[in-house]
T-cell receptor, first 113, second 112 residues
């Protein structure tokens, strides 16, 4: 099992560019999550998906969109990147539809100049 | 809104010491709490998941306790080793959002 995988590992964007962060899990988990981690602020929830076909906003959703393509994949899109979106992005998954044990991917380090 | 505080923010100890990392949270209506380890530049590794029905959960040299009524959890590390150097994160659920809420972590350095 690869667990939770994320691509790319690193990305540099210019302000206004768009990109999609990819996440996949091979554990047959129902719930998937996107968090961002900024220095001194801990991880904050951007969006989550409790099951295939559903998505909900988290604490900091502005400037992002998500797609739960199927049970395995959950992508995060930045339509028009801003320097404030410079961060490390983590995808996570958990087996149920509630908050049980979460498993994290290795992260994507994004810099917006 | 769930808020999490971890004390101390940073800790440096000589190898072999027993450690206690503290976590407090504001919303005690939780049914579990997860502890993670994060190495610099890496993702989060789950250490322990403790259910609200348990008072303690153990894995090797790690022991986590949970006291819902007081809104506290502790992570005890026995006989610390340099390989334990990392940031430790406490994460109870924010039930309303059905996700985890994180503290800023305790950055641990174990000196050989």
């Amino acid at each position: 099992n690869a667990g939770v995988t994320q691509t790319p590992k690193f990305q540099v964007l210019k302000t206004g560019q768009s990109m999609t962060l990819q996440c996949a899990q091979d554990m047959n988990h129902n719930s998937m999550y996107w968090y961002r981690q900024d220095p001194g602020m801990g991880l904050r929830l951007i969006y989550y998906s409790a099951s295939e076909g559903t998505t909900d906003k988290g604490e900091v959703p502005n400037g992002y969109n998500v797609s739960r393509l199927n049970k395995r994949e959950f992508s995060l899109r930045l339509e028009s990147a801003a320097p404030s979106q410079t961060s490390v992005y983590f995808c996570a998954s958990s087996p149920g539809t509630g908050v049980d044990e979460q498993y994290f991917g290795p992260g994507t380090r994004l810099t917006v100049t | 809104k769930q808020e999490v505080t971890q004390i101390p923010a940073a800790l440096s100890v000589p190898e072999g010491e027993n450690l206690v990392l503290n976590c407090s949270f504001t919303d005690s209506a939780i049914y579990n709490l997860q502890w993670f380890r994060q190495d610099p530049g890496k993702g989060l590794t789950s250490l322990l998941l403790i259910q609200s029905s348990q008072r303690e959960q153990t894995s090797g040299r790690l022991n986590a306790s949970l006291d819902k009524s007081s809104g506290r959890s502790t992570l005890y590390i026995a006989a610390s080793q340099p390989g334990d150097s990392a940031t430790y994160l406490c994460a109870p659920p924010d039930t309303g959002r059905r996700a985890l809420t994180f503290g800023s972590g305790t950055r641990l350095q174990v000196q050989p």
